[in-house]
């Protein structure tokens, strides 16, 4: 039961304040943020208005010595958790969905929380890096780098605490780097990198091998897999061409794992518009898999932008919050996660994810549901 081994992992989770002063236990003021993050809160203010008004039920669970915190007291709270902790214990609690199915994509890609801006403090806004299991739709983890380029020291971090054994770790640009290929390698996963010109060499020897290979009059090399896609108006056509023996070329030698290079054409029209667009991206990859998987691995390494942060930004309004310390804005993303992975496993309603948000803020049984993972009639 997903809510039991929630309270599990997070009672662990060591309550930073003061013991004598304490009103409030630690496990009963993050499930009721948890709650009230499903149910649409989008500030401490909306935590304690959330609590206040499902007092009566949050009681049949929860102890509540002395009723519903203040918002202020949310605010504190989420302020004072170490992040690291509470990082790990999302990490523990999301491993007990089950392990990383065998060849499941897993995502990584970083996002920028737009409002957490400070000015008077001359701080940008932060920027986090999250795992994102393609097939199960689930958060596996996240953490914090000061800018998009701290994501290199990020990512191998993350990668030490994901259960990845099996999976295909997809990856932009800014993982295209030896190390991160490595560590992928040392964590029993296959790695599939974007990469681009600010490689230097590698591109620029992987583009010419590939414009003479797959894409002059005469082409070596055939597409392996070609589609057509008919959808929101644009035809799309993807031919994608795997060539091993590019892995000889003498910029990558020293590439650990290194099995294929992969060139993926996209040519875009708009219906009745006459206007034609085409794009070419080089991947480069340690799996032998079939190219059919390789390249619904490239598509399904879009679902973390799709799935997750779009998500975040529209259904739940993450780019707007004004929330500034930086351990309670990392904290506050942790949330959203939670019940991100909460609602959408939630599969026996068809409604969609804000559809869901709703019914479980309006309906106390609905949100047990979505807690407990239990489904009733």
């Not at 890609?109 to 403090?121: M, V, W």
């Not at 806004?125 to 914090?144: F, K, N, P, T």
């Not at 082409?219 to 392996?224: I, L, S």
């Not at 779009?310 to 939670?338: G, M, P, Y």
Request: include cysteine.
């Amino acid at each position: 039961m997903s809510v039991r081994r929630l309270v599990e992992e997070f009672s662990a989770l060591e309550d930073p304040r003061c013991g004598g002063k304490v009103e409030h236990r630690l496990i009963d003021i993050l499930v009721i943020a948890v709650c009230a993050v499903i149910a649409g809160a989008e500030s401490w203010e909306d935590m304690a208005l959330y609590g206040r008004s499902k007092q009566e039920w949050l009681g049949t669970f929860l102890a509540l010595p002395n009723g519903i915190p203040s918002h202020d007291t949310f605010r504190r709270v989420f302020m004072l958790i170490d992040t690291g902790r509470f990082e790990a214990c999302f990490e523990a609690w999301a491993r007990s969905f089950g392990t990383t199915l065998d060849r499941e994509v897993v995502a990584i890609d970083g996002k920028t929380i737009r409002g957490s801006f400070d000015r008077s403090r001359d701080q940008a806004a932060l920027h986090v890096v999250s795992a994102w299991a393609s097939d199960r739709g689930l958060v596996l983890g996240q953490r914090q780098v000061g800018d998009k380029s701290n994501e290199i020291t990020a990512i191998p971090e993350l990668l030490d605490v994901l259960d990845i054994k099996g999976a295909i770790v997809t990856l932009d640009a800014m993982g295209c780097q030896r190390a991160i290929a490595s560590k992928i390698l040392e964590r029993g996963a296959d790695y599939l990198v974007t990469l681009k010109a600010n490689q230097g060499k590698k591109h620029s020897a992987v583009q010419e091998y590939c414009a003479t290979t797959c894409f002059s009059r005469s082409p070596v090399d055939r597409p392996v897999h070609d589609e057509f896609d008919d959808g929101h108006g644009r035809l799309v056509r993807r031919r994608v061409f795997v060539c091993p023996d590019a892995v000889a070329l003498e910029p990558l030698r020293d590439w650990p794992g290194l099995k294929s290079v992969l060139a993926v054409e996209t040519i875009r029209g708009v219906n009745g518009s006459g206007k034609i667009e085409a794009e070419i991206r080089y991947f480069l990859s340690s799996s032998d898999d079939q190219p059919e998987i390789l390249a619904k691995a490239i598509r399904q390494h879009w679902q973390i932008e799709n799935s997750l942060h779009w998500v975040l930004d529209v259904t739940f309004n993450e780019d707007h919050c004004r929330i500034r310390d930086r351990n309670a804005v990392q904290n506050f993303s942790l949330l959203r996660k939670i019940a991100i992975n909460l609602v959408r496993r939630h599969q026996a309603s068809k409604a969609s994810l804000k559809g869901r948000r709703k019914m479980a803020a309006w309906d106390n049984r609905y949100m047990e549901q979505v807690l407990t993972g239990f489904f009733h009639a």
